[in-house]
């Protein structure tokens, strides 16, 4: 925190009236708190002084009345698992830890619909809804420790997407604290609603700095009957990406366009039992999901596309443990990139789908040019992309400049710097290459009235 901060600092006095606010047992100074909650899963660090974990939404208003009044910064927090540092605080003062509000209030069978507190974590929602009969799709890679508060305040996506849709989708209504204090019901409960403006909605994917989220109205769907997996290898990944427009094109939805680049695919290549991998290999991972018999017919008219479309083998998933081994491939490149080279950048940028192959073909040159390597994988049947640029310590120069030239290369193709990940604060600089001085104008008197003393999560999407 810089000693300009225009915030004002926690004296020990402030700490005891937080404390008298929200109670004593929801205060935690301790370095090990501290510490925890400085990190997130970006490379960032900020130290917070004081961790308020709090449990009801009454404790969430007392704290926000406090701040607003005495001016210090709140950062609410989930699990802490984003990738762009939007729940660390860069202004110091508190972070608001929701995990502990983790109760799922109803799981409504009649009218399809969840109400549950933020700090669930998606995949306790998605169990409490299939056992039910019900499914709750967004699918994050991180649903195993990603709260739901977290996924709606950064509109999380996953592989599912590409049929069912991101998170937005699926918040039909949401409780948030103000930044003053007041507490906001928007949206509904109903599957429809127009009335006013679409307020949930605006705090669906605002990163935590318009109000802090303490319930949710989802909508659920019925389960599917059964899902089908396979993988198709590809010579290259023009082959593939012709294979992903025909599907989709083809009358299919699947559930799942996976894509791994040849960087990717031979970081993993071991795991996979084509024996030699084409230099320029590239490897689609593909679900279908319906009722029973569907799902299978979809994925045998997959399969046949792939072949039409040059895919020199297929790997179809024969049962729940086969399947578990090749999203297991695609889990690992992650874990692999992150062991090959000391630091690295992760990108998640959207490209229209037909000039996928066309982007990732010019990543080559890049690399040599900058002295870097680039990995490409992701979310090919929506166009988003994880690029993760990667190289050795004391590259980090080199490494801003390539990161610049790709984002303008995206957007020079007609795409997004972020399809999940969010701004956050890593990556605020690059803002206004994207935005237009109208947008960030609007956004910047929006964020106004919502918090017009600039106290709920300070310091992220704009400076
Ligand atoms: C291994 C791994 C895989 C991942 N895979 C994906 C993926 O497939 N798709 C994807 O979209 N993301 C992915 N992510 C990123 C991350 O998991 C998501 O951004 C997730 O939505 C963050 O949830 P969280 O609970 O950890 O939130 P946090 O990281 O704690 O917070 C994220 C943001 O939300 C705000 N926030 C949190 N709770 C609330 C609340 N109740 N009210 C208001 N604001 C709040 C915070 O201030 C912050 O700005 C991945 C991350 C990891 C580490």
């Known amino acids: 925190m810089s000693d300009l901060s225009p915030y004002t600092p926690l004296t020990p006095e402030i700490i005891e009236r937080i404390r008298e606010n929200v109670g004593p047992e929801a205060v935690d100074v301790t370095p090990q708190a501290l510490d925890e909650a400085s990190r997130d899963a970006s490379t960032e660090v900020h130290v917070p002084v004081v961790v308020v974990r709090a449990t009801s939404c009454a404790q969430v208003q007392a704290l926000l009345r406090l701040a607003n009044e005495l001016h210090f910064p709140v950062t609410p927090r989930g699990a802490g698992t984003g990738l762009a540092g939007g729940a660390l605080a860069v202004h110091g003062g508190v972070v608001l830890a929701l995990a502990g509000m983790k109760r799922i209030l109803d799981i409504d069978a ?133 294979a992903v427009s025909a599907i989709m094109a083809g009358g299919v939805t699947p559930s799942a366009v996976e894509f791994l680049d040849s960087r990717c695919l031979h970081l993993v290549g071991d795991l996979l039992p084509f024996g030699d991998l084409p230099r320029d290999g590239a490897l689609l991972l593909l679900e279908t999901d319906g009722a029973q018999g569907a799902a299978q017919a979809e994925m045998e008219r997959v399969g046949a596309i792939c072949v039409e479309q040059g895919a020199l083998h297929l790997l179809p998933a024969t049962d729940e443990a086969q399947r578990g081994e090749l999203w297991g491939v695609r889990r690992q490149v992650s874990q692999r990139i992150h062991d090959s080279d000391p630091i690295y950048v992760p990108e998640d940028v959207v490209l229209p789908l037909a000039r996928i192959a066309e982007f990732v073909g010019r990543l080559p040159e890049m690399e040599e040019r900058h002295g870097l390597t680039i990995y490409a994988f992701g979310h090919s049947g929506d166009g988003n992309i994880h690029i993760n640029v990667t190289g050795k310590a004391g590259l980090e120069e080199r490494m801003e400049a390539c990161v610049l030239e790709l984002l303008k290369l995206v957007l020079a193709m007609g795409g997004t710097m972020s399809g999940e990940h969010g701004i956050g604060v890593a990556k605020k600089r690059f803002l206004p290459l994207e935005l237009s001085e109208a947008s960030m104008r609007i956004q910047r008197g929006i964020k106004d009235v919502f918090d017009p003393q600039g106290i709920l999560n300070p310091g992220k999407l704009f400076r």
Request: glycine share 14%; net charge neutral; with cysteine.
């Open 110 to 242: 009649k009218n399809l619909i969840a109400v549950v507190e933020p700090g669930v974590i998606v995949a306790d929602l998605q169990a409490a809804a299939r056992a039910k009969g019900l499914c709750y799709p967004p699918d994050p890679a991180s649903l195993d420790t990603a709260t739901v508060g977290g996924t709606a305040a950064t509109n999380a996506g996953g592989p599912a997407c590409v049929k069912y849709g991101v998170t937005k989708h699926y918040v039909l209504g949401l409780e948030a604290v103000l930044p003053t204090g007041e507490l906001l019901g928007a949206g509904t409960a109903t599957r429809k609603g127009v009335v006013g403006y679409d307020l949930a909605q605006l705090l669906v994917g605002s990163e935590g700095t318009l109000g802090v989220i303490t319930k949710l109205i989802l909508k659920l769907i019925p389960l599917s009957g059964e899902t089908c997996t396979q993988v198709a290898l590809f010579a290259d990944l023009s082959a593939a990406m012709g």
